[in-house]
């Protein structure tokens, strides 16, 4: 593993098409933030709807309810501000206080369109080329005004691994602390930390791998305490890798036994100890903070994608790719060790607090809300279940035909929203009964799963980056 340490030389600005950049340095109000966090070394510490620091946030996609967060927008409606974002990046964005950060792949050249919608790839989709060069990009972007505080470019090469064509060189979200934001490019193998100020402190690298259809990565990094990690699940050398966030140093590195895996590793703080948990197409792992394997729990399917989360004191884990068997989703309690894999025709033992066979997702993560486990389907359908229990409350309820979906949904103000590959946010009502309330079209594909902070929503598309807020 490389790793370099950045100094103020190092730190160019690259130009951000069609806007300004300007260097800012963070505001009192944040700085105290930062120093009141760190006494406690734990963001979810201090957990404010000011942050969301990570994929889906703190809570898998939940926010407090809020009269400011929209429920109704269009391209020109409740639309605080939009920039343009240039490249191609389905990362999402992440928020600390007046910095969103954001990540995307430029290239120099002509690129395929990503094409929407579930279909089988071939050799002539499922693992495209790109012949031309790329910047790998970090952006600050100032929440309140959307400009672009700073543009942080991490390499600049021909990336060496093949895609999905709906994938991109940078899929995978970015994470803070608080006090820098850590950026994952599985495509180049680089990992960095770059201050608020938007100076790179360091990079490491990882080693740039691929999986067996070489769909390219997406798995994002997860920060705890004063570690950051990475998986990486691959045909050559898969680990689970702890990064020291101040120095960039490599503390431990875990093989692991898997060949594909496109899903973020978790950081499981609950009631008994604080574990690392990720999924894999053979098995889910959990391992102690220093790669010790807790527990393992078998019978997933191929192609992983959904997050881990928690909520209410359970851990929900799942695969479901189109057509495989089983599509398992397991609500797993604390406390487990050694192999919890349930015995055949079991729905239930020790430690796994209920199973369904046939409800996991293939590209989106789950959704609890009002002790409800959604599930929306990458075909549009949305089911519902209790979230204790596993009991159905309703069952398949059509969204919208002819509709892919792979944003993850998220909640607020008693309602559920989903965000199809075409750019259309269906807004639901949350509870016993199925029902659409209404539709907010941006008309433009869309995969990225949204931020929710400072009551607003920000929402990415294949172009653009929205904050959106409710201004009535």
Known sequence: MGRRFMGDKDCKAAKFSGVGVKQMHCSVGLALFVCLLFSNSSILMAQTEQHWPQFRGLHGGTALDDPALPDSWSETENIEWSIDIPGLGWSSPVVMGDHIFLTTAISAGDEREPIPGLYDPG?????????????????????????????????????????????????ETPVTDGRRVYVYFGSIGLLAAINLSGETVWTAETGVFNGGQEFGSAASPAVHEDRIYVVNDNTTNSFLAAFDTATGEKMWSVERD??????????????????????????????????????????????????????????YLSSGYPGGFPRPVYAVR??????????????????????????????????????????????????????????QIYGRQRIAPGHGFTASPWAYNDKVFVLSEDGDTYVIEAGPTFNILRTNALNEMTLATPAIANGSLILRTQSKLYRITNKQ
Do not use: C
Not at 136 to 153: K, L, P, S
Not at 334 to 360: C, H, K, M, R
């Open 123 to 171: 050799d002539s989709f499922g693992k495209v080329q790109s012949v031309s060069e790329h910047q790998w990009m970090v952006y600050d972007i100032d929440f309140w005004t959307g400009e672009v505080r700073w543009a942080r470019e991490l390499n600049a090469t021909l990336p060496a691994e093949l895609k999905h064509i709906k994938n991109s060189f940078a899929s």
């Open 258 to 315: 898997e060949t594909e895996n496109w899903s973020t590793p978790f950081v499981w703080q609950n009631e008994i100890r604080d574990e690392i948990v990720t999924t894999g197409r053979r098995k889910i792992r959990s391992y102690d903070l220093d790669g010790n394997l807790l527990w393992e729990l078998g019978g997933m399917t191929v192609n992983v994608v959904p997050t881990p989360f928690a909520s209410e004191g359970l851990l």
């Open 334 to 391: 604390p406390g487990a060790s050694g192999d919890i894999s349930l015995l055949e025709d079991a729905t239930t033992n020790e430690f796994v607090a209920w199973y369904q066979p046939l409800l996991g997702t293939y590209s989106t993560s789950a959704l609890v809300y009002g002790g409800s486990y959604y599930t929306l389907l990458d075909r549009g359908f949305l089911l519902s279940h209790d979230a204790q229990t596993g009991e």
